[in-house]
């Protein structure tokens, strides 16, 4: 079965520091995986895709299929970055899994 | 319209009674998917349609839940015989078809359920 597993609920950083979502996803087949982010009081928005290979507000995100994990990843964390952050799995071509989310906060 | 909209924004119903929320789809997205998304948790896949294809429903948790959506239009979630644990928020995005270089959902801001 898919899964997609965001171990930490929150994290919390100060500005400037890095900072690492981990997202570990369970797929048999080939996975296509994506970041979402939701900032406060605005909607759910799509972050990045990993088959883009693209780098969005600083973030980027490494397919890693031996450790299956799709870990969003920024060098310089700055405060407009805090907002909730899912990793969603897409599977059998046209369903998404997510996972249960990120609260990020980075302090200044 | 400027992107996927949802009404009510919010409701309050009592156990027992039945709801119907809406889902306005960005115009030429064929693709219309239901989340549901409790207190805490990620979003729970609830139903999808594309194009005038069968909708997957394979999501829907039990027979109170159904939709339906007209054309490649509105979208309304039913929940009959509503319960507390039916409280939660349902998110409606829509996406156009095709690769997966296209399978970006576009999020509705939700209708906030909440069942007395």
């Known amino acids: 079965a898919q899964r997609v597993t965001q171990p930490e609920k929150l994290l919390s950083v100060f500005k400037g520091a890095p900072v690492e979502l981990k997202c570990n996803y369970s797929?048999?087949?080939?996975?296509?995986l994506f970041w979402y982010v939701q900032y406060s009081r605005q909607r759910l928005q799509l972050l990045l895709r990993?088959?883009s290979r693209e780098s969005i507000k600083g973030f980027t995100a490494d397919l890693n299929k031996g450790e299956t994990s799709f870990h969003l990843k920024k060098p310089f964390a700055q405060e407009e970055d805090s907002a909730m952050y899912y990793c969603?799995?897409?599977?059998?071509?046209?369903?998404?899994?997510f996972g249960s989310g990120t609260k990020l906060n980075v302090k200044p | 319209g400027a992107g996927v909209s949802q009404s009510p924004s919010n409701k309050v119903t009592e156990k027992g009674k039945d709801v119907e929320l809406r889902c306005d789809p960005i115009s030429g997205h064929t693709a219309l998917y239901w989340y549901r998304q409790r207190l805490g948790q990620g979003l729970e896949f609830l139903i999808y349609f594309q194009g005038n294809s069968a909708p997957d429903k394979s999501g829907l948790p039990s027979d109170r839940f159904s939709a339906e959506r007209t054309g490649e239009s509105v979208s309304t979630l039913t929940i009959q015989r509503t319960q507390q644990e039916d409280s939660a928020v349902y998110l409606c995005?829509?996406?156009?078809?095709?690769?997966?270089?296209?399978?970006?959902?576009?999020f509705g801001p939700g209708t906030r359920l909440t069942v007395l």
């Open positions: 969603a799995l897409l599977y059998n071509f046209n369903k998404f899994y």
């Open positions: 995005a829509s996406s156009l078809a095709g690769g997966v270089a296209l399978r970006e959902q576009f």
């Open positions: 797929y048999s087949g080939s996975p296509e």
């Open positions: 990993h088959i």
